[in-house]
């Protein structure tokens, strides 16, 4: 949705490399840690399959906030009041590191303050609210409670955050990957990583599949260490795929006739409409996303984007549909993302379960990770370790996650002639409103030709005949 302007493209990788640190996936955590890693003195190299900036990170909403719905509370209950405040610490930190950024590089991204509304329609949850807000302020967040918001209806309650941001994150994406050339790093593109596997030597051995106008070709990086930021870590590695779930959203892109809500909102219940405005549309451009559910549950898809449309236009004076989309991040069983060491590896990290908040959580992650890679000490890294198993409740929603899959693959084994996922063999769904072929199981999805759009998957489908 947020189209890439002018920018300096990047050729794909055609020869062997050795560097320092690679970086395989050139989205928001990639293009952080591969400029602060370089600002560091290591040597960094970005793998990027497709073009920076065009997965998940070119479809968010892109608020910029430590309110993340409704999460504080939840925190304290599920973990403990030190959890919540690591994590309060570490978003907050990352909101620092983005602003910090834009003034230190002079970035021209849409940066705005605004306020940030997570609200209910039910009388019945005021309660909950008042709970939400108590924990924010407890844990210094800028929280007070609300009757009204910056929408034109009523609600019951709202918890508002103050001073937070939104911006565009593909213009501030293609000016951070300027400077990190400039500081001496390379970006690869159409280079998409196949494996990456840690070797005897505990350096990290990476192949890389290139789709250039020269064709198919096959390269590898060599790197002492090795970070993978491509939303869900591609193939196995780690088990991610099966301790996360892959939850999309759909949005639309509107212009209003009348100026657009100043403040960002999110409904705390589903179909969780969520509302920012859409500077580069003019004073009344507005973003508008919600009604989500698992990739792959494409029975309905295109009646749920027009129920998005349809909310849009009931709620404002809807000039014109400009872009529509569907995207997806992953949630993870304890509300806190993975970051950190992949279990039993010493050179490879990871980062990932952002649960569609991953633009102050993946900044962060970006800081926790070259602390790791740095030896630094970190005091709020701790509660997001990549090698985690969790507590019971986290292990009894891998079991139910894990039956969903088995169910899922054996319909996929019993005669329906859906083409099967390259990862692990799940069978796939036509996304008709999309043309796209989606996996339920882990989030992969594949264009009507076959190819990966999004992995976990690295192999294109072989299709009999094109959709
Ligand atoms: C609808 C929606 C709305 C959202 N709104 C917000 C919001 O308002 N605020 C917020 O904080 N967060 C939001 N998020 C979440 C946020 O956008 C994501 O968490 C964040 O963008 C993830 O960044 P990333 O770098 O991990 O992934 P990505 O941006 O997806 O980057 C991964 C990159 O890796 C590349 N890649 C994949 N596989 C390979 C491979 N094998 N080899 C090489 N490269 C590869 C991809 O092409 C891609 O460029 C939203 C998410 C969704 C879905
Ligand atoms: S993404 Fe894992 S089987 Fe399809």
Redesign the pocket.
């Known amino acids: 949705m947020w189209l890439p302007l002018e920018r300096p493209t990047y050729s794909a990788l055609t020869s062997d490399i050795d560097v320092d640190l690679a970086v ?8 952080h840690v591969a400029y602060l890693a370089q600002r560091d003195g290591a040597q960094v190299a970005v ?19 430590s309110q ?1 719905g409704f999460i504080y509370d939840a925190l304290e209950t599920r973990h403990t009041v030190e959890v919540a405040e690591q994590y309060a610490t570490a978003n907050v930190a990352g909101i620092d590191l983005v602003t910090g950024l834009v003034d230190e590089l002079g970035i021209s991204c849409d940066l705005t303050r605004a306020p940030a509304w997570a609200y209910t329609l039910e009388p019945t949850r005021r309660d909950e609210v008042a709970s939400e807000a108590d924990a924010a302020r407890r844990l210094g967040l800028p929280a007070h409670l609300d009757e009204t918001i910056d929408l034109p209806f009523e609600i019951a309650a709202a918890v508002r955050f103050d001073g937070q941001y ?1 911006l565009d ?1 593909v213009r501030y994406l293609n000016e951070l990957a300027e400077a990190f050339v400039s500081a001496g790093g390379t970006i690869y593109e159409h ?4 494996s990456v596997d840690e070797l005897r030597d505990q350096s990290v051995n990476i192949s ?1 599949e290139r789709i250039s106008d020269r064709g198919l070709g096959h390269s590898s990086v060599r790197a002492n260490q090795a970070v993978v ?3 869900l870590p ?2 196995s590695l780690g088990g991610y795929f099966a301790k996360t779930r892959p ?5 639309i892109a509107v212009r209003l006739r009348n100026a657009a809500p100043a403040g ?1 909102t999110i409904q705390i219940e589903p179909p969780n409409w ?1 509302t ?1 405005p859409w500077l580069a549309a003019g004073p009344t451009g507005m973003i508008v ?1 919600g009604n ?1 559910h698992q990739v792959g549950k494409t029975d309905d898809a295109a009646y749920r984007s027009d129920e998005l449309a349809a909310w849009t236009h009931n709620t404002f004076e809807v000039e014109t549909i400009e872009h529509r ?5 992953y949630s993870t069983p304890d509300l806190l993302p993975y970051v950190g060491y992949s279990p039993t590896s010493t050179a490879i990290l990871v ?2 379960g ?9 900044a962060a ?1 970006a800081l926790m990770l070259t602390d790791h890679l740095a030896g630094r000490e970190n005091s709020w890294a701790a509660p997001f370790n990549a090698g985690r198993i969790g507590d019971a409740k986290a292990v009894g929603k891998l079991v139910t996650g894990g039956f969903h899959v088995g169910k899922e693959f054996i319909a996929g084994r019993l005669g329906n002639d859906h083409p099967t996922c390259t990862h692990l063999g799940c069978p796939l769904h036509w996304n008709a409103p999309d043309s796209t072929w989606d996996c339920y199981c882990h989030g992969s999805r594949f264009d009507s030709t076959g190819a ?1 759009l ?3 998957a ?1 192999n294109s489908l072989k299709l009999d005949t094109d959709k």
């Open positions: 395989v996936g050139g989205g928001w955590v990639g293009l793998v990027e399959a497709a073009e920076i900036a065009s997965g998940t990170t070119g479809y968010s909403t892109a608020k910029l906030t993340h939104h994150p280079s998409r990583a196949t890389v930021t491509t939303l591609l193939g939850i999309g959203a759909y949005g960002m969520s920012r996303v989500g989309w569907f995207a997806h991040d980062a990932t952002f649960r569609k908040w991953g633009l102050s959580n993946g992650a990966v999004t992995g976990p690295v």
